[in-house]
Each structure stands twice: as structure tokens, then as C-alpha cells.
């Protein structure tokens, strides 16, 4: 049962605010636009080379690629993990459909399974069912920002000499022990699309990897599968997918921000787990003893999230579903073959999950009037 709000209230929250953190980097920016304009080097330039050494140590691995976006990210890392035409890429259906995508443009077939109810990543026995002959990689997707269950995963690939590449689009500077997403697995890709805890000013992303083979070929597909130091000369059918000389500036600057946004964000989220406590709704899973999840969505679920969703928006808080329909119930993806019922666990997250406003920068008011807002809807 949930309840309308009595009143109106004016102020807008939004899901993410954007523009918030504009004046704190403005003159930082600025002056970095106005280096690269003035010297007219946009594209593949120094500041690309600086920040993918610097997410590199960040990540803690031996190579960081910069690329166009996270979809991107994820085709060229599978492609050099072997993924293509013949061979099977499991991974989840709970996920962003950019995932599945970049898996189908491998000219892989994407296998999807279930996630687990309680951490709302990959589930490890649905996983060992799946795998067969055909499997080249295997996808976990660190969702919302909670690394999947890593240990668990590789045991599984490991024996098989299959390799896992990490979907980190939601997860830069999440830990598992002493690692970071993206040095987790075979290979890690990122997104920087401008939402992200790591976002551009634009589209950007990034491969990461301890592997010189993985990353030379990635290197060598974002500009057109150039041979290295010869542009003219090109040894893959490669493309155009670069990531900028400008948005990797930008990217250096708000790296070295990283860190405490993200705390700021699970700061945020211990606030919303203290005042939504004893609620009829299903709150986030807690962080395990070894991990250290970034909180990049604050997602509950509850049986009722339309109406409560409904509520919230009269209260002017904005809220997002991520995602309402698992891809093998999406249109483009019938052809895979599943159908409803298939992945229970995932069509229930779907019908239940409700994401409510955190970003760097919100408030301790803003995020009491959320919590204030749920309480009044869901109380009778
Ligand atoms: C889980 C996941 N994978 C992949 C992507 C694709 O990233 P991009 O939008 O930069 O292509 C995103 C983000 O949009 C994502 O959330």
C-alpha cells in the first residue's frame, strides 16, 4: 500500500546532479581545454596517453586502452579474449542492454543466466551450468557498483582456461581485497558516459588489463587496426574508437577526485539505509568483509515500486528503474531464444527495483527528504 503525498513540494531532486560539481573544476578544466585547443591536439594526444597511465595505477594494472564508450570497451576486450563468430560470451540478463551488444558485435553468442536474488550479480552455479565447448568469455557485471562474486567466478573459468572479462561500467575504484574492478578478471571495461562515478563530458571509455597481447590489439582496433607506429600500415579491420584528447583531460582531473566521491556516494548510501531501515522494502545488499562496492545507484526493491515510484515523483524526487525489462525480454533479443520464466530471479528484479537520487554533492537535507518521502508513502 503506498501513499500519496498531501502536499506538493517545489524543489526539484534529481536523479543525478550533473552540474553540481562544475564550479569546484571549472577553472582546472578550463585551463586544460585551453591547453589542448590552443596547441589544436585532439586526438590521440598527450593527455590520452597520461590518463590511461594514470587509470591504469588507479586500477592497478599493467595497461589502460582509452576507447569511445563502454560498449565499445567490452567488444574490443572480448574480441581480445578470442569472442567472435562460432563462439558463446555468457553473462547476465539483469544489466544494461550495452553489455549484450557489445557481445553480439564480436559476432559472439551471448548466453544469458540468472543472477543471484540477494547480491543482484551473476549467479556462479548458473554460470558453471552454462558453460560449454563454444564458451570463449565470461561477462560478470559489477551492477550498481558491487563487485560480482569474483573468487567464486574465476574458480569456475579458471580450470577451463576460460577468461573473464569484467563489465566495470558501474564500478571504477570498487575493491575486492587489495584489487580494483578492472583488475579482477582477464580484462576490465569502463565506461565514461558523463552519469558514471568516472564520467566525461561526452562518451568515452576504457579497456584494462595485465595482458600486452589483449591490450596491443585493442590499441591497434581503436584506430583502425593500425600496426604500431605505423598509421598507414593496417593489420586488423579496426574502426574509429578513439576516446579524446579532451575528455581524457577532463578524466584526469576528476580521477584524482575518485576516491572521495566515491565515499561521498556510500556515505550517502549509509544515510539511506539508516532512514529507510524497518520499511516494508528490500534495501541494498551490505558490502562483504572483503569488499568495498561504490554505490554508483542506490537501488531498493519493492513489490510496490510503480505506485511508490508515482509517490516520490508528486514529492518532486526523481528516481530510476535500472532496468525494467531483463534483455532476454527485450525485442532485439528474442532471437536468442528465451522466453518469461526463464530467468525468474532477474524478471523479479525487474518488476521490483527503484533507484532512488545519489550523487557527489547531495546533501544530508536532500537525502532525509527522500527518506522521509518513502516513510510517508509506504506507511499507513
Ligand atoms: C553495465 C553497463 N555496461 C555497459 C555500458 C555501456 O557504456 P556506454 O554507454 O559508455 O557505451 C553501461 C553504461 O551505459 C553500463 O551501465
Known sequence: MVR?????????????????????????????FERIASAGAFSLGKDLAAFEAEFAAFCGTAH??????????????????????????VTVAHTFVATVEAIAATGATPVLVDIDAATRTLDPAALEAALGPRTTAVVPVHLYGRPADMAAIRAICAPRGVPVVEDAAQAHGARLGERRA??????????????KNLGAMGDGGAVTTDDDEIAALVRSLRHHGSAPGDANRHVYAGGTERLDNLQAALLRLRLRLLDDENAQRRAIAD?????LRGLPLTLPPEDASDMTSVSHLFVIETDHRDALRAALAEDGIATGVHYPTPVHMQPAWRHLGYGPGDLPTSERAARRVLSLPIFPGMD????????AAVQRALTI
Open 4 to 32: 500519496r503525498a498531501a502536499t506538493v513540494v517545489s524543489d526539484a531532486l534529481p536523479l543525478f546532479d550533473l552540474a553540481r560539481r562544475w564550479s569546484l573544476e571549472r577553472e582546472d578544466a578550463l585551463a586544460a
Open 64 to 89: 589502460c586502452v582509452g576507447v569511445a564508450n563502454g560498449t565499445v570497451a567490452l567488444e574490443l576486450a572480448l574480441r581480445g579474449c578470442g569472442a567472435g563468430p562460432g563462439s558463446e560470451v
Open 182 to 195: 578492472g583488475a579482477l578478471g582477464t580484462a576490465g571495461s569502463f565506461s565514461f558516459y558523463p552519469t
Open 271 to 275: 544515510r539511506y539505509r539508516a532512514g
Open 364 to 371: 544530508n537535507a536532500e537525502v532525509e527528504r527522500v527518506c
